[in-house]
């Protein structure tokens, strides 16, 4: 008699499943939405039981301290990893070649910041990273690099030329004036830019006056056993050209004589370039003088 049930029931069962299977969840809003507020209870029921399972745990003696003593250690590994990345990209930012800060897009628009290229910040606490590591030997090294990629050929062929300790004459050109009233309109006219055989003998003012910013060379006083050079150098064009525009007489130009030789940092640099020492190596147990 119960076989014969069971087989009774199979025919509504079936029939039910066929009337449910042309509609889906979709065009059911009702059944969705029932089905919706089961899951809703499963999930507060679920809740509630953590919460009381974690508040049982806690009545525990010794859980709460172990609790505590876990949520410090990872607050310390995670302190620990922040440290350890921002340590690698302090020498990233140091190791890497510099990028452009613009980049122009393909389109011929406007150019837009480059986004990936380190900010102000980034690089002075990259630099102040460095400086902690670095030893004497490798700041030395760093301040030469910096040095040189601020020299033009025409200006490194100048220091070549005074890196025998030889000084060459040099001038400025002051306009009508008393005293500290006079104004100079030309500074660091020199011959040495000749003797050097620079490309541009009329820009050498502007080359040794930036090698004065760099300190890579030094004005001395007037030395009188160049007289004959002073005469030579005050002959070149754009010279007697500039005096005989500022004036004659009391009224005129006033010639200032001084002579240019290397610095003590132009010839330290200027002997790290020719070592051999210098083009690499690990002096990190070098001495420091």
Do not use: C
């Amino acid at each position: 008699m119960e076989a014969p049930g069971r087989v009774a029931r199979l025919p509504r069962f079936v029939a039910m499943d066929d009337r449910s299977s042309p509609a889906s969840p979709s065009t059911d809003p009702e059944r969705q939405s029932g089905q919706s507020h089961e899951l809703d209870a499963v999930a507060a029921a679920l809740g509630a039981v953590t919460r009381e399972i974690r508040r049982a745990a806690r009545a525990i003696p010794g859980v709460t301290l172990i609790e505590a003593q876990a949520s410090a250690g990872q607050r310390f590994v995670l302190r620990e990893i922040k440290r350890g990345l921002d340590q690698l990209d302090a020498r990233r930012l140091t190791s890497e070649p510099s990028r452009p800060m613009l980049v122009a897009p393909p389109d011929g628009s406007n150019p837009r910041p480059d986004v990936s290229a380190p900010t102000v910040e980034e690089k002075m606490s990259a630099l102040l990273s460095r400086s902690m590591h670095d030893t004497p030997n490798e700041s030395r090294r760093t301040l030469h690099e910096v040095l040189v990629g601020e020299l033009v050929p025409d200006e490194a062929r100048i220091l070549s030329a005074l890196s025998d300790g030889s000084s060459y004459p040099l001038v400025h050109i002051a306009g009508p004036g008393v005293g500290s009233y006079q104004k100079l309109v030309l500074e660091n006219a020199s011959s040495v830019g000749r003797a050097a055989g620079v490309a541009l003998p009329d820009r050498v003012h502007l080359y040794v006056s930036h090698l004065r910013r760099l300190g890579l060379v030094e004005v001395g006083p007037e030395d009188h056993s160049l007289k004959d050079e002073y005469d030579i150098l005050l002959t070149e064009p754009n010279l007697r050209a500039l005096i005989a525009a500022t004036g004659k007489g009391p009224r005129g130009a006033r010639i200032i004589r001084r002579t240019v030789r290397m610095s003590d940092l132009g010839r330290e640099l200027w002997e790290a370039a020719s070592s051999p020492q210098d083009a690499g190596g690990d002096d990190r147990n070098a001495p420091a003088g």
